[in-house]
């Protein structure tokens, strides 16, 4: 015989987490752990589960697994060569982000940069080719037209002139200067696509 809503098996709960209502015996409960649907009740676990909504809950929670699965193993085939190119794209955008937000023009010309678009690219000073080991230093990156970057090879000498006005001749000097050698790990890699990411993001908060 199906219980009123005043005789229960499993006694309610106060505090925690958000009272709701189940679905099977509409009783209001509190869930016991995220994403709980029912109450306690073998009975109404049973009924939700042979649910249209139920089974439709079920299905997408099995998809959401499974997409985390593929997420999982797809990382671990990553190669080194693929998490430096995320790592180097968290990092430029952290640039743009961070110049779009100080409204720094473009470190070349001293033009504004069209931000509605994907006009402007993040231009290191010392190319990553010739200096890997700068190519996360945020002194030697600065938002740049693509014009320049692309089409003037970086258009380096007025780079300089407008680098030694943002960060001073002896920040530049430093620059020119190290020749030192860089050696990234995985793990290190993926750190630092974390940290340019959480970065943007806080970047991209605040300006909202």
């Given at each position: ?9 499993t006694?309610?709960?106060?505090g ?9 015996c ?11 649907a ?7 676990a ?26 999982v ?11 430096m190119?995320?790592a ?18 473009c ?15 993040a231009?290191h ?7 890997p ?12 037209s693509?014009q ?16 030694i ?6 920040a ?11 050696k ?8 630092i696509?974390?940290?340019y ?12």
């Amino acid at each position: 015989m199906k219980r009123t809503p005043l005789e229960r098996k499993t006694p309610l709960k106060s505090g925690g987490q958000r009272r709701k209502r189940c679905p099977s015996c509409r009783v209001m409960f509190t869930p016991a752990r995220n994403g709980q649907a029912v109450c306690g009740e073998i009975e109404c676990a049973i009924a939700y589960g042979q649910s249209e909504k139920g089974q439709a809950t079920a299905k997408k929670a099995l998809a959401d697994v499974g997409r985390r699965e593929i997420k999982v193993r797809k990382e671990k085939l990553k190669s080194r060569g693929e998490h430096m190119r995320e790592a180097q794209q968290a990092f430029n955008e952290f640039i743009r982000a961070r110049d779009q937000a100080a409204g720094h023009p473009c470190i070349s010309s001293g033009k504004p940069l069209d931000w509605s678009g994907n006009a402007v690219d993040a231009g290191h000073y010392r190319s990553v080719g010739s200096a890997p080991h700068l190519r996360f230093d945020e002194r030697n990156c600065h938002a740049q037209s693509k014009q320049d970057n692309r089409f003037l090879s970086g258009n380096a000498v007025d780079y300089r002139i407008g680098l030694i006005a943002r960060i001073g001749q002896e920040a530049v000097d430093a620059l020119e200067a190290d020749q030192s050698v860089r050696k990234y790990t995985i793990e290190e890699i993926k750190a630092i696509k974390a940290e340019y990411r959480a970065k943007t993001r806080e970047l991209k908060r605040v300006a909202a």
